[in-house]
C-alpha cells in the first residue's frame, strides 16, 4: 500500500487484538468506554463502542486518514476538484443539496444555479400534478407513477420512499419498474389503472438495455389502451440525449449532470422527481436540508469528531487488518427495510475495485460484502451465524420514536416499540459479550464487533443525514483506500457479453439458422433451451 508506514502499525495492532485482554467484553468494561467511543452530528448517534478498537488502534487510523489526505480530498471534491480520475469528472452530488449562495466551479462555471433550476422545476411539476393542471390523456389526475430506471436509478429512491410511506398524503401510489424480467411488469400493470399512470423514465444516457426494454414495454402498453404516451412519460435524462429529444415529445424532461453518479443521486432529480410527486416537494426539500447538514459536518469537523470518517475508518480496520469479508446493516425499524439493498450498491459499486485511483494495480483488498434486513426479523434470519459461525461487524439502527405513536397496546408488560428496542440492545450486548457453557452448541466466544447509530425519529430531515453519512462513509473509506469511488468499470463486462447473446437471440427470432455459430457451447446450449421452453432430460 502506499501508505505503508501507518499501514504496518495497523497490521501489527491487528495482531494485538488476538489476545485474551482486547476481548470485546473487557474493552466494554473500561470506565467511560460509551462516552469515547461514540460522536452526535446532524440528529445521528453513533456508538461505536463494541468495536474491537481502543485508543491507541483509533489514533493510528486517524494518522492513516492523514497520511492518506483524506480530509484534504474530501473537502477538495466538495469544492469541485477532479476527484473522479478515470473518467475526467467532479463528484458532486453534495451540491444538490448545497443551497447556499456559495459558488461552486466546474471548468470555470458555477454549476449551482444549473442544479437549482432543476429543483424549482421539480417543484413547480409536482404542484402542478398535486393540483389537477396536468392530466394524463382522459383528463383525470395521476394517482400512480411507475418508475423505469435500474441500480442507482431507484435504489436509493425507494429506499427513502419506503422510510416515508406514514408521510405519503398525496393520493399517489409509487411503483419501481427495475427489472427487464417480465413478472416485473406484469405485476405493476395489474396494479395500475393506465388512465391515471405517469411513468417517469430514469436514464442518464438513455441507452440501457434494461431501462430501454421496459420503456418500450411501457409505450407499448400504453398504446394498448388508446393513450398518449407524450401525456403520460417524465423523462430524467442528460441534456441532449435520446431522452431529451424534441421529436419525441414527453410530458416534462430534468435534466441530470455528469458530475453525479447514479448511485449518488438521490438528492437530484433522479430522486426529486418520484419523492416529490409521491411526498410533496417540501418533504423532499426536508431531505435535502439533512443530507446538507450532514455534508457541512463531514466536510468541517476534525478526524476525531467527524461521524462518516470514524465509520470509514473501522471500516477499512475490520475489512482490511481485521480480515471481517462482510458487514450486516439491520435496522430496528420496519420502514427501513429498503436502507441495506441502496447501501450494497452504494458502498460495493464504489469500493468493489481492483485498480488505485491513478490506475495501477491495487493489492491491498478493498471494500466488503453488504447485506441486511429489518431487526427483529433478522435475528430469525441469521444471526445463528452471526452470533456462533463466521463473525461479521453490524450496524444496528434504532429509532427512537414510532411513527405510529397510536400502536399502543403490550404484551409482557411492554409496548412493542419497547419490545423492538429491548432485541436492540440486547443483541449488541450478546455479540460483545458472548457466553460460556459446558455445552459447545450452547457456548458462544463473542467478540463479535457491532455499531449502533439512532435517530429520534424518520423524519425527512434524519432520513436526508443518514444518506449523507453513508455516502460520505464510502467516499472517505475509498480515499483511504486509494481507489476511486466514482467509476464502475466492472459493471460492463457482463453487458457487453449479454450484447454479443442479445444479437444471436435476435438473429435467431428472424429464422437465422446458424445463429449460434458464434457462441460458446455453453452460451448455445441455454440459447436453445430457451427456444424450446424445456428442461433437456
Not at 485508543?55 to 474530501?74: I, K, M, N, P, V
Not at 415529445?249 to 448511485?263: E, K, N, Q, W, Y
Amino acid at each position: 500500500m502506499a501508505y505503508s508506514q501507518h499501514w504496518e502499525a495497523l497490521e501489527a495492532r491487528a495482531q494485538d487484538f488476538e489476545t485474551p485482554e482486547k476481548h470485546l467484553k473487557q474493552l466494554i468494561a473500561q470506565p467511560e468506554r460509551l462516552a469515547a467511543f461514540s460522536l452526535t452530528a446532524a440528529g445521528l448517534f453513533y456508538d461505536f463502542s463494541r468495536q474491537r478498537v481502543d485508543g491507541q488502534t483509533l489514533s493510528r487510523l486517524h494518522a492513516l486518514a492523514e497520511e492518506a489526505g483524506a480530509g484534504d480530498r474530501f473537502r477538495a471534491m466538495l469544492q469541485g476538484a477532479t476527484v473522479n480520475q478515470s473518467e475526467n469528472r467532479a463528484a458532486l452530488h453534495t451540491a444538490c443539496r448545497d443551497l447556499s449562495p456559495e459558488p461552486i466551479l466546474v471548468a470555470g462555471t458555477d454549476i449551482k444555479p444549473a442544479l437549482h433550476a432543476v429543483h424549482r422545476q421539480v417543484a413547480s411539476f409536482a404542484d402542478d400534478i398535486h393540483a389537477g393542471r396536468l392530466t394524463g390523456t382522459t383528463g383525470h389526475p395521476f394517482r400512480h407513477v411507475v418508475v423505469i430506471g435500474i441500480g442507482g436509478s431507484y435504489l436509493g429512491t425507494q429506499f427513502i420512499a419506503h422510510a416515508l410511506r406514514h408521510r405519503a398524503d398525496k393520493g399517489i401510489q409509487l411503483h419501481f419498474l427495475s427489472n427487464v424480467d417480465s413478472h416485473n411488469f406484469g405485476e405493476i400493470v395489474t396494479a395500475i389503472d393506465p388512465e391515471t399512470t405517469l411513468w417517469v423514465v430514469i436514464s442518464k444516457s438513455y441507452t440501457t438495455a434494461e431501462t430501454l426494454a421496459n420503456t418500450r414495454q411501457a409505450y407499448a402498453f400504453m398504446g394498448s389502451h388508446g393513450l398518449e404516451p407524450a401525456r403520460h412519460v417524465v423523462t430524467v435524462t442528460s441534456k441532449g440525449s435520446p431522452g431529451d429529444d424534441p421529436d419525441n415529445p414527453v410530458l416534462a424532461t430534468f435534466h441530470m449532470f455528469d458530475f453525479i453518479g447514479g448511485r449518488y443521486s438521490v438528492t437530484s432529480a433522479v430522486g426529486g422527481v418520484p419523492l416529490s410527486l409521491y411526498l410533496g416537494y417540501d418533504r423532499f426539500a426536508e431531505l435535502l436540508e439533512g443530507a446538507a447538514a450532514m455534508d457541512r459536518h463531514a466536510g468541517d469537523a476534525p478526524a476525531g469528531q467527524n461521524l462518516p470518517l470514524t465509520a470509514a475508518l473501522l471500516d477499512v480496520w475490520n475489512t482490511t487488518f481485521l480480515a471481517y469479508p462482510a458487514m450486516a446493516i439491520v435496522p430496528y425499524a420496519a420502514p427501513l427495510d429498503k436502507l441495506a439493498a441502496h447501501i450494497q450498491q452504494l458502498s460495493m459499486e464504489s469500493n468493489g475495485k481492483s485498480a488505485t485511483g491513478d490506475g495501477k494495480p491495487h493489492t491491498g483488498g478493498s471494500g466488503g460484502f453488504i447485506f441486511g434486513e429489518p431487526g427483529t426479523n433478522a435475528q430469525h434470519s441469521f444471526f445463528q451465524m452471526a452470533h456462533q459461525g463466521r463473525p461479521l461487524p453490524i450496524e444496528f439502527i434504532g429509532v427512537l420514536n414510532s411513527a405510529y405513536p397510536q400502536v399502543q397496546s403490550t404484551s409482557k408488560g411492554v409496548t412493542n416499540h419497547q419490545e423492538l428496542w429491548a432485541n436492540l440492545i440486547a443483541q449488541a450486548d450478546a455479540l460483545a459479550v458472548g457466553k460460556t457453557a459446558a455445552d459447545p452448541a450452547r457456548s458462544f466466544t463473542g467478540n463479535r464487533p457491532t455499531s449502533t447509530i439512532v435517530m429520534a425519529d424518520l423524519a425527512p430531515r434524519n432520513l436526508g443525514a443518514l444518506l449523507a453519512f453513508y455516502e460520505a462513509r464510502t467516499v472517505y473509506a475509498a480515499f483511504l483506500w486509494g481507489i476511486n469511488p466514482f467509476d464502475q468499470f466492472g459493471v460492463e463486462l457482463g453487458k457487453k457479453t449479454a450484447h454479443g447473446l442479445r444479437a444471436a437471440m435476435a438473429a435467431q427470432n428472424a429464422g437465422d439458422t446458424e445463429y449460434a455459430e458464434d457462441l460458446e457451447p455453453i452460451q448455445a446450449f441455454y440459447l436453445d433451451m430457451l427456444s424450446k421452453g424445456e428442461i433437456p432430460g
